[in-house]
């Protein structure tokens, strides 16, 4: 095949980019500003919030995210001008038909569009199945709609490598849209009904007037308990809401997990995940289009730089879990972990997006790294620990840390190990039930510190079992399957520029995890586990989208690209 | 042609710093992954060590051997590890200044440094890149040869690979370094200071014994080589 040009084949088209605030539509955007300044125009597809127009959102985004700061350090005070004159921003929200955009807009960017790169997705594993049907499915669904009425579009569709299920072995890139991985029989369109209608049917049910009585009877003990005024109305009227909401939230949380596991997927963002894959064949397959499945999306090698990530991604918890008196993770030696950096992926939909836009794109390209440079979940359990235990010995803020925790390494177990979370859980539980029955037994001044000792084995068993359903929900991708994704489809293009080659054989892990990874996750997604604020970019000068800028004269680009 | 490189064939353990290859193993095997993996590596180079003593003079290649199996089943990763935290942490502080000196000296007389070391390449290649910083001479060390240890699937096998550095071989490996970089042996120098080394400081014109154990004290004395004494 004949190489092509990444900047030569952006150069004037238009390109709608859909989860732009996420942390990978915010990595890639960032990246084409940078390294392909002769692209067209990018549009936002931005949600507002509240009375906060999207438009503000972006602001806000630019002037508060590292991702931006290469950018903010070239052009300075010209980069208002320089993004202006490349970024629209519109209004609108995946989860509509058309993206929820007025007519004027929906018609202009039919017209206009080249690209539509929908990387908008909600990656909770489990969350109410009503957020993760409306983005993850209907998102999709209506983003190949919209393709279909584009006059020249064509649609990249950010899915996972993760739709496979439960299943071992190599998984090739290929869609079918009657796939279950359980291998019962499976209609989409039936699916994406059955689910509208139990999401319906559970809702009806929780609010039904026997529901409605329980709950009633239970906000008012727990008022009583907390020695509230139960007679106040109003109090009544907004705890019976929020509980209710909550437990429908919880609810539906719980259904959309059942009906995952029931048909072979780990968990309801995979299931979702594969259902909109299957609508968009089923219904759309005739259009232009692409299927980018990134395995686990992690921090950066090198753009913006190395290190970056936000918010909870798969490591986050996991690594940060490893560092705590708890060591061990249920794996099986030997299953890849695949980790892929966020500035490799961005790479891969850049060159996906370069094939559409020629007419010379692969149905699916996985986007992986355990089929040419596996890196196994043990291994990188151990990286982790040398990462902490380096990291504890230089900063620990006691000797128990610096000599003892920074000593205490992270090892990969079978679920039936002696030292297992529910064996933990179980050693908790009969200690705290000796000691309150020994309470009553004992002198008072005994049987208070008794008590006291069983409150804490409570109080530990409360935490391990936080640590045990967290464990619970990595189990599928690092113990029970082996997953290996084959990743040819990228490959078969040959790119001209070396910035946006896919070369995931490259990647040092050992570097990678020590250097990198986990120094970036200290950085940029331990303090939001910790509840505390996470570091935000300050620019010398704030950038402000206007439309003077467009009209202005162009911002020359200021680096070679490519 | 004339020969012009003039090496100095410098001994790492007992030249450079005060500490040897049972030091090494003994904090692989303390910082194995788990409790129970260090207990038993640990027991394992309490064995070793009065094995290792014994061999020691007669046959170090062996004695080596034997000393690296402590290593056995680490990860490449853990090891690479090991070896940057024991350089900080242990070899940083066993440093010799005499051995230093003789570094600058010798570097100032045109020589280029050959450090030639039974540890680790993990545990020594951090003191080759600290010398060069610590002295100022970023091109100090012109080959740091040492022992590599076998890996397979980044797992090491306990196993060194050959050529194991630290027997009589290292005059057969000095003269073969001559050959293949055009090296005036004659003219070149050698620090040695255990029985071992004898082969090496007998192949090049300026041998010197440093803190020489007995073995090699005898044979210097008998040479009539210079012998150097020096401690921390």
């Not at chain 1, 084409?32 to 125009?41: A, F, K, N």
């Not at chain 1, 929780?206 to 106040?232: F, Y």
């Not at chain 1, 586990?529 to 970019?537: A, D, N, Q, S, W």
């Amino acid at each position: 095949m004949a190489s092509f040009s990444i900047n030569n084949t952006y150069a004037g088209k238009h390109v709608l980019l859909t989860g732009s605030s996420g942390f990978l539509g915010k990595v890639w955007l960032g990246m084409m500003l940078e390294r392909v300044p002769e692209i067209g125009r990018i549009y936002l597809l931005i949600r507002k919030k509240g009375l906060r127009p999207a438009s503000d959102r972006f602001d806000k985004m630019v002037n508060s995210s590292f991702v931006f700061k290469n950018l903010h350090e070239q052009y300075g005070e010209k980069l208002s001008a320089y993004i202006s004159q490349r970024v629209e921003v519109v209004e609108g929200d995946v989860t509509q038909p058309n993206f929820g955009l007025n007519d004027a807009d929906a018609a202009r960017l039919r017209d206009k569009l080249d690209l539509i790169v929908n990387c908008a997705g909600l990656v909770d594993f489990n969350p109410d199945l009503r957020d993760a049907l409306a983005t993850n499915v209907n998102g999709g669904v209506y983003a190949a709609e919209f393709t279909e009425q584009c006059k020249n579009a064509a649609l990249l569709h950010v899915s996972t490598c993760y739709v496979v299920g439960n299943r071992s072995g190599l998984i090739e890139e290929e869609v079918d849209p009657n796939y279950c991985p359980s291998g019962a029989a499976f209609d989409p369109e039936a699916e994406w009904v059955g689910m509208q209608e139990r999401i319906e049917k559970t809702i009806a049910e929780m609010e039904s007037v026997a529901g409605e009585e329980a709950l009633k009877a239970e906000v008012l003990a727990k008022i009583r308990d907390r020695g509230l005024d139960a007679t106040n109305a109003t109090l009544i009227r907004n705890m019976t809401h929020r509980e209710r909401q909550q437990r429908v939230k919880s609810k539906l949380s719980a259904v959309g997990e059942k009906r995952a596991l029931e048909l072979g997927w780990p968990n309801t963002y995979t299931y979702t995940k594969s259902l909109s894959e299957a609508l968009m064949v089923k219904r759309h397959g005739h259009i232009r289009h692409t299927l980018f499945r990134p395995a686990i999306v992690e921090s950066s090698l090198s753009y913006p730089f190395p290190g970056w990530n936000e918010g909870f991604n798969t490591c986050g918890p996991l690594t940060y879990l490893l560092q705590t008196w708890f060591r061990h993770i249920p794996g099986k030696q030997g299953n890849p972990f695949d980790v892929i950096p966020v500035d490799l992926v961005c790479n891969g939909i850049t060159i996906a997006g370069a094939a559409l836009l020629r007419g010379e794109q692969k149905p699916v390209y996985q986007c992986g790294t355990s089929d040419k440079n596996v890196l196994t979940i043990d291994r990188a359990c151990d990286l982790v620990g040398l990462s902490h235990r380096r990291h504890l010995r230089k900063t620990g803020t006691s000797a128990f840390e610096r000599i003892v925790l920074s000593r205490m390494d992270a090892k990969t177990v079978e679920g039936d190990y002696l030292l297992s979370v529910p064996n933990l859980r179980s050693l908790g539980r009969g200690l705290g039930s000796a000691f309150r029955s020994l309470a009553d037994k004992v002198p008072s001044g005994a049987s208070k510190t008794m008590n006291q000792w069983a409150n804490a084995t409570e109080d530990a068993d409360k935490q391990l079992d936080v640590v045990e359903k967290m464990l619970d929900l990595f189990r599928p991708f690092i113990h029970d399957n082996r997953f290996v994704f084959e990743c040819k489809a990228l490959n078969s293009h040959e790119i001209e520029e070396k910035a946006f080659h896919f070369n995931p054989e490259a990647i040092d892990w050992r570097d990678y995890w020590l250097n990198v990874h986990i120094p970036g996750l200290r950085r940029w997604s331990y303090p939001a586990i910790e509840g505390k604020r996470v570091e935000t970019y300050t620019p010398q000068h704030k950038f402000s989208f206007t439309k003077a800028h467009v009209a202005a004269p162009p911002v020359a680009v200021k680096r070679e690209v490519g | 042609m004339d020969k012009t490189t003039t090496v100095a064939f410098v001994r790492v353990e007992g030249t450079l710093v005060d500490r040897g290859v049972l030091s090494a193993s003994a904090y692989i095997a303390s910082n194995g992954q788990g409790l129970s993996e260090r207990l038993l590596r640990l027991g394992q180079v309490a064995l070793t060590a009065p094995v290792y003593t014994f061999l020691g003079q007669n046959d170090r290649v062996l004695a080596n051997r034997l000393a690296y199996v402590a290593a056995r089943g680490m990860s490449d990763d853990r090891l690479a590890v090991l070896g940057e935290e024991y350089f900080e942490d242990i070899l940083k502080e066993r440093i010799l200044d005499s051995g230093l000196d003789l570094l600058k000296k010798a570097k100032k007389a045109g020589h280029q440094i050959v450090l030639l070391s039974e540890g680790l390449h993990e545990f020594v290649g951090p003191l080759a890149t600290y010398l060069a910083d610590h002295l100022k001479m970023p091109e100090l060390v012109g080959a740091l040869v040492c022992n590599q240890m076998e890996y397979r699937d980044h797992e090491a096998s306990g196993r060194l690979l050959d050529p194991v550095i630290g027997g009589h071989d290292s005059g057969r490996w000095a003269t073969k370094y001559a050959v293949e970089h055009d090296v005036d042996l004659a003219q070149s120098v050698a620090y040695g200071a255990h029985g071992p080394d004898m082969l090496l400081l007998a192949t090049v014109g300026k041998p010197c014994a440093v803190n020489p154990d007995f073995t090699l004290r005898r044979a210097a004395s008998q040479a009539d080589w210079p012998i150097m004494e020096y401690t921390l």
